[in-house]
Each structure stands twice: as structure tokens, then as C-alpha cells.
């Protein structure tokens, strides 16, 4: 069982910066591929991005591609979400989760098995 935690959300004007944290529990962090997904209201939950167990390996949906990085710091059992450059588009609620295989090469939803309770992001115009 892993349980996640994320900080860092806020209020930001459009162009600002956030860093989101996700601090997990558990003995074994780098053996789960981590990963960002957000959720608008009215709107699906969608993948933003994904970092392998070992933090070599990253994936981003194309819209945030050169304005957000994740990373992970597996001593600290953390993974974090660097957002530059916000836009208006991005406000959501942030989850961060947890899938049971170090190098996941799939983004769905379904795919991840622990949750976090999600951190609420707003950009302004």
C-alpha cells in the first residue's frame, strides 16, 4: 500500500510558476513509475506526465512539453512537478499517483494504482 500527498497548488498569474510535491510513503518508491494527471471541472481526469522508477525516463503530454518537468528524488520517496510559463489552460486539480511497475510505458488512468487527494492549481488571465 503507498500512500501519496501532494502540496504546492495555488493561485498564479498566467506566465507564473508552481512547484507541485508528492510525498509517498512505503519502503520500495523506486520501484513504482510516478506520474501527474490533472482534472478540470466538467472534464475527464488527463495525463500530464510520467517519470520511471529509476528517474531516466520522462514523459509529457504535448500540450505542457517545454514548460513543465517532473523529477523525483527517490532518498526523499518525493516527486515533484515544475510548471513554468502557466496558462489559464492549465488550472485543474493536480493528482499525483503511483503505478506497481517501474517503468510504465502506459498513461491512462487505469493504469496507476494509488492516488493522491489531488491539489487544486489556478492560473488568472
Known amino acids: 500500500q503507498v500512500q501519496l500527498v501532494e502540496s504546492g497548488g495555488g493561485l498564479v498569474q498566467a506566465g507564473g510558476s508552481l512547484r507541485l510535491s508528492c510525498a509517498a510513503s512505503g519502503r520500495t518508491f523506486n520501484t513504482y513509475t510516478m506520474g501527474w494527471f490533472r482534472q478540470a471541472p466538467g472534464r475527464e481526469r488527463e495525463f500530464v506526465a510520467r517519470?520511471?522508477?529509476?528517474?531516466?525516463?520522462?514523459y509529457y503530454r504535448d500540450s505542457v512539453k517545454g514548460r513543465f518537468t517532473i523529477s523525483r528524488d527517490n532518498a526523499l520517496n518525493t516527486v515533484y512537478l515544475q510548471m513554468n510559463s502557466l496558462k489559464p489552460e492549465d488550472t485543474a486539480v493536480y493528482y499525483c499517483?503511483?503505478?506497481?511497475?517501474?517503468?510504465?510505458?502506459?498513461?491512462?488512468?487505469?493504469?496507476?494504482?494509488?492516488w493522491g487527494q489531488g491539489t487544486q492549481v489556478t492560473v488568472s488571465s
Open positions: 517519470i520511471s522508477g529509476s528517474g531516466g525516463r520522462v
Open positions: 499517483a503511483a503505478a506497481s511497475s517501474s517503468s510504465l510505458t502506459i498513461n491512462s488512468v487505469g493504469a496507476y494504482d494509488y
